[in-house]
């Protein structure tokens, strides 16, 4: 038999040593976190600070009046000169107009190439398989002076003159390795059950595809298309390889450099940036909607 020692009335039984171990870990674990001290926060506010002061000066600069009509940093008042003449400083315009053009394209080939060929890798198992996965991996780690010298050489030995189309076929090239990667993402998160279920209920493969499939796979659709799209419009190193005669507005803004950048090149930077910054607001409000709305 086991003997229990009898307390007194009012006074508190004595804690083993399993129970007070128990207790008093998480009290060393706050400690511990206490003693950490702020250099988390300050790593990462020095992270933020870098990542947005040169954001903060493109926008701010924008409005600097610049007299010589050329970038200065010193602050010589605030105006809205530039934005009202965006279109003052010869061949700026066609040069932005040809990089959204040629991202935008390039987006919605990449995503219509990329998308078949992620549920290809994701959901199938067929010869070369791992060697087709291994060549998506291999062109987003390629450095970019390769894939625009490879480019290149491939055009040249094809015959095939370099410009626009060039510039649209290479940007396709190494967007599509990127889209593929988001859609497998979005793939491996969704399931074939509901596909089957279509099917038991008397839809076509096409059907079950295009009502089912489409409509889970469009968010991971619409991300690959922006990314896609960022890497696009803002690519020097390969573009510049197959340009040819084209100028797309990374170049632009490199050779203005030499001789001395106008302010709406700034001008331009920041309106892309305000752009990119409302479909990412505008991304959060609706998730945030959905959210609501499923709970």
Known sequence: MTAVTPTRPGSTAPLSPVSSGTAARPQRRRRGAQRRGPWLAIIYWVVIAITLVPIVSMVAYSFNDAPTN???????????????NLWNVSGLGAAFGTSVLVAFLAAVVSVAVGLPLALALERYRFPGR??????????????????????????????????????????????????VVVLRARIAGTSKVLEEAAGDLGATPFQAFRLVTLPLLAPGMLAAGLLALAMSIDDYVITSFVAGPSVTFPLFVYGAAKAGMPPQVLCFGTLVFAVGLLVALLNGALNRRLARTRG
């Open 70 to 84: 050329r970038l200065t940093f010193a602050w010589n008042g605030f105006t809205t000169y530039w934005y009202q």
């Open 130 to 179: 791992g060697i087709v996965s291994s060549i998506v991996f291999a062109d987003i780690a390629a450095p970019s002076i390769v894939v625009g010298s490879a480019s290149l050489s491939f055009f040249l030995s094809v015959g095939l003159g370099t410009g626009f189309w060039t510039i649209l076929i290479t940007h396709v090239a190494f967007d599509v390795a990127y889209v």
